[in-house]
């Protein structure tokens, strides 16, 4: 099983425009409301692809209960701790002129409490868990470590740490590598301090996250495709070429499709594949909706997989 855990997730608003003018009014055209954060979305696809999964996290609110609404509707398992305040509401604009616009809150204070009692809960998940899947931003209360510490209970029951996020939280999660990591190419580069710009960057720089003790990095680089390396094995992967809508969720339906994979018994290589393949599908959707299972498994056969020799 999967256990997906979201400390700060959200409910994702985009709105979209003809062209967006700062600093002045824009008429919107549509808008599209959805659940959102790392883990939320990693669930969502995981369950549309039939793998054993579970979310959890914090929600509160009328934005939690969306959240919530949302997971009971697509049939993910799923049990958060309640908290006090809203969960988050982050705000996007898109005018398909480029990389979204993005206004992304802080979230909920988080009390000692609610950070125990999450803690306590994840100590029942862990006994049936393979891998234990943690991503996106901190919310004010928890620790700065937080995955650190989360990474380190779920080691004792044998589970496979994956951390998908920036900054400090990333930093800190490094101080004892869990299995794998999965940065975009800007959250690489600010972790790394140099440039992840090409593929071959990014092959680099997930050669780097190995040498510092991660057995699997993948660094996922936009509509080029991602870089995978580990001690044994290495792959750069292209997508088809497709019309991108909106990358919103794409890294997280990545991850999603790789662990699914692992989980079904596929190779690094297959898992790979598959993963694409879902980062693909939810890049070819609206706002920040999924892909949706028949559109990722017919892109599956045409992600190319490229082995790196030596």
């Known amino acids: 099983m999967i ?5 700060n997730p959200s409910v994702d608003r985009t709105l979209f425009v003809s062209s967006f003018k700062p600093r002045d009014t824009n008429r919107v055209e549509r808008t599209e409301t959805d659940a959102g954060g790392k883990g939320v979305n990693l669930a969502r ?8 999964v579970f979310a959890t996290g914090f929600l509160g609110g009328r934005t939690g209960r969306i959240v919530q609404q949302t997971l009971e509707a697509e049939a993910v398992e799923h049990s958060f701790v309640e908290v006090e305040g809203e969960t988050r509401l982050n705000i996007t604009v898109e005018d398909g ?16 409490h ?15 868990a393979t891998y234990v899947a943690m991503g996106g931003s901190l919310p004010p209360g928890v620790p700065a470590d937080a995955y650190l510490i989360l990474q380190r209970a779920a080691r004792e029951y044998g589970c496979l740490s994956v951390v998908d996020a920036d900054g400090y939280a990333l930093q800190n999660a490094m101080r004892e590598p869990p299995f ?3 940065p975009n190419a800007d959250e690489a580069s600010r972790y790394l301090r140099r440039e992840v710009k090409t593929m071959e960057d990014g092959l680099a720089a997930a050669r780097e996250f190995v040498t510092r003790g991660v057995e699997v990095a993948i660094v996922s680089m936009g509509a080029a495709g991602a870089a995978l390396s580990s001690p044994e094995e290495e792959y750069l992967a292209r997508p088809p070429q497709v019309e991108a809508v909106s990358t919103i969720g794409s890294g997280d339906s990545l991850v999603a499709g790789f662990l699914v994979g692992l989980e079904q018994g596929m190779s690094f290589r297959e ?15 609206n706002g920040s909706e999924i892909g949706r299972r028949e559109t990722i498994l017919s ?11 030596g």
Request: net charge negative; with cysteine; proline share 7%.
């Open 271 to 285: 898992a790979l594949r598959l993963g694409v393949a879902a980062g693909t599908a939810t890049a070819m959707t």
């Open 3 to 7: 256990v997906s855990i979201t400390l």
């Open 180 to 182: 794998l990591v999965k």
């Open 299 to 309: 892109l599956v056969k045409e992600v190319q997989i490229e082995p790196v020799d």
């Open 45 to 52: 696809v995981a369950k549309e692809l039939d793998g054993r």
């Open 97 to 112: 002129q480029g990389p979204p616009t993005s206004f992304n809150e802080r979230g909920p204070e988080i009390s000692l």
């Open 114 to 128: 609610d950070w125990s009692a999450l803690c306590d809960f994840l100590e029942e998940l862990y006994p049936a």
